[in-house]
């Protein structure tokens, strides 16, 4: 079975094998920053703003752990700024957003690696 760590939000499964579908919450909004902070209450979540983001903090996610940005506005995201949890974007180049544009990241710890987008 799993466990819910209801201060991290962290889910702990001890099942070699897991069953079924993984539904992922829609965390609360959040808005752009460097480093973007996201809640412990999701893994998808709408950045609000137009500030540009550089790196996402690690605070509550470990090594594994996959989440989807989706963009309300114009907002560039930059590839690899040289710090630490880095964005490492698909052809090594910045992103500039607009509305609706989704971003899927997965964390290696340090840095996030883009898995996928999606630009309307």
Same mark, same amino acid.
């Given at each position: 079975? +799993?466990? /819910?760590?209801?201060?991290?939000?962290? !889910?702990? +499964?001890?099942?070699?094998?897991?069953?079924?579908?993984?539904?992922?919450?829609?965390?609360?909004?959040?808005?752009?920053?460097?480093? !973007?902070? !996201?809640?412990?209450?999701?893994?998808?979540?709408?950045?609000?703003?137009? %500030?540009?983001?550089?790196?996402?903090?690690?605070?509550?996610?470990?090594?594994?752990?996959? %989440? +989807? $940005?989706?963009?309300?506005?114009?907002?560039?995201?930059?590839?690899?700024?040289?710090?630490?949890?880095? $964005?490492? $974007?698909?052809?090594?180049?910045? !992103?500039?957003?607009?509305?609706?544009?989704? /971003? +899927? /990241?997965?964390?290696?710890?340090?840095?996030?690696?883009?898995?996928?987008?999606?630009?309307?």
């Amino acid at each position: 079975g +799993c466990t /819910l760590n209801g201060t991290t939000g962290a !889910l702990t +499964c001890i099942d070699a094998i897991t069953t079924g579908r993984h539904q992922w919450a829609k965390g609360a909004a959040v808005a752009s920053a460097s480093p !973007l902070v !996201l809640g412990a209450d999701g893994n998808y979540f709408h950045v609000t703003g137009t %500030v540009t983001i550089s790196e996402v903090s690690p605070t509550s996610w470990q090594a594994g752990s996959q %989440v +989807c $940005l989706n963009f309300d506005a114009v907002a560039t995201v930059t590839h690899n700024s040289g710090g630490t949890n880095d $964005l490492m $974007l698909a052809g090594s180049v910045n !992103l500039t957003t607009s509305a609706n544009t989704i /971003l +899927c /990241l997965i964390y290696d710890s340090p840095d996030w690696h883009e898995t996928s987008r999606k630009v309307p």
